[in-house]
């Protein structure tokens, strides 16, 4: 029996990227700046969590081991086991975008070698002439936003016009996206979804990753609220991934989360969706259970950045490392002999670092299973090599861009 079991917690990055300067990151550390500021008492939360940042069984894993060789520091007030069980490291992404299509396609063993489009920082984000278009085939009276935002810092201030005219809020940010926020009723969400569709297509010719449908709702600027029916339409990645090549072979890719919309569905055999880390995490425990031999099961954390990362929030962030780091045992259980867990991330997102977008960083990739030995891989120079080490372990031939870990 070999399965594989690929877990991404989106945004967890763990510093020390060597090209962090290009994007303006040199320094952003996620792991290490969430330790840091909760070891000085700044990630207390009443009721939430209080301390040093307690994550024991990553760290037995690896994880501040692999920090470590991330940075060459050691993360504040995480205690350093006495032993390490598993396979760690960190890994460099070669891709030139730090957005979660070009971290998650490369982990999938195809890195981005090309530029995505951006809209740019200053002025209106969106050129007329495709702002003319979408309303003329999206049939709305106009836009609002269209600028660099915070999802919910714009829904706040343009919500409760959005209401009153009809016209949905456009925005962007540093990553390659269209993302379009509109309220749940008054604008309905099949309109938002039929909307985003016809946006998918008319910024296909301005080389975008991805169109996002933000759908929220409440009735004033005090109470808005997004929805878990956010949906991402993503353009093909551009060879095929390892979830193409494990379909090819007739394995089963099974795909919860995010991870669906950020592949556009190709090579995805079984999709789950839940909304939140647990829901997720208790999705993944499921299909554990369902995965035959040959099997990958494919999950994407998306809380650590949209709710805490992009947020800027410490407390939440590490009091969700700190959930997620609680139901491994769980999951450790429940491996059966040829099973092996990788624990890894997609880019960072820095909830100490100034505004509000991703940060280049290394990632760690940590991975253990009944019959994994213990020892390190050191840095690897490309997430493909995470790929690569899924294709071997199951058993399927290797593809162009890495090569396995063990
Ligand atoms: O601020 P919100 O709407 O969460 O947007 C964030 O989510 C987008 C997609 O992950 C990123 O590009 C960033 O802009
Ligand atoms: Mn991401
Ligand atoms: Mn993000």
């Known amino acids: ?193 039929g909307l985003c569709q016809v946006v998918r297509r008319l910024v296909d010719a301005y080389n975008i990753g991805r169109v996002i449908a933000r759908p929220f709702v409440g009735d004033n600027a005090g109470n808005f609220t997004r929805t878990g029916n956010r949906r991402d339409y993503s353009v093909l990645p551009p060879e095929p991934t390892i979830l193409d090549r494990l379909m090819e072979a007739g394995r089963t890719v099974h795909a919860i989360g995010k991870i669906g919309d950020i592949f556009a569905h190709q090579g995805v055999t079984r999709l789950t969706k839940a909304n939140g880390n647990m829901a997720l995490f208790d999705a993944s425990l499921a299909a554990i259970e369902e995965a035959a031999d040959g099997d990958l099961v494919f999950t994407n954390f998306v809380d650590f950045d949209m709710l805490y990362g992009h947020r800027r929030d410490v407390p939440g962030y590490a009091a969700a490392l700190e959930a997620f780091d609680a139901r491994l045992p769980d999951l450790d259980r429940r491996l059966k002999p040829g099973d092996m867990v990788i624990l890894t991330a997609d880019h960072g997102c820095d909830p100490t670092w100034r505004g509000t977008d991703h940060t280049r960083e290394r990632v760690p990739v940590l991975m253990f299973g009944p019959s994994l030995r213990s020892r390190s891989f050191g840095i690897a120079n490309s997430f493909a090599h995470i790929g690569e080490t899924v294709a071997r372990h199951l058993g399927i031939a290797p593809g162009a861009h890495g090569r396995s870990l063990i």
């Open 1 to 193: 029996m070999a399965r594989a079991f690929l877990f991404v917690l989106d945004s967890f990055g763990i510093g020390g990227a060597p090209d962090a300067e290009a994007f303006g990151d040199l320094g952003a550390d996620t792991f290490g700046h969430i330790a840091e500021f909760c070891a000085a008492g700044a990630g207390d939360r009443a009721g939430l969590r209080e301390g040093p940042l307690h994550l024991p069984n990553m760290s037995a894993l690896g994880l501040v081991h692999a920090a470590r060789l991330a940075t060459g520091r050691l993360p504040a007030g995480v205690p350093v086991p006495e032993r390490v069980y598993g396979v760690y490291g960190a890994a460099s992404e070669v891709s030139r975008g730090k957005d979660t299509p070009s971290g998650h396609w490369e982990i999938a063993g195809t890195p981005v070698k090309f530029d995505w489009g951006y809209f740019p920082a200053e002025g209106d984000a969106f050129p007329p002439e495709l702002v003319e278009a979408i309303c003329r085939e999206g049939d709305i009276a106009g836009i609002l936003g269209n600028g660099h935002a915070s999802g919910t810092d714009i829904i706040a201030r343009h919500g409760e016009e959005h209401m009153l005219t009809g016209k949905p809020i456009c925005y962007t940010s540093s990553d390659s996206v269209f993302q379009i926020a509109a309220h749940e009723q008054s604008f309905g969400l099949g309109r938002l979804l």
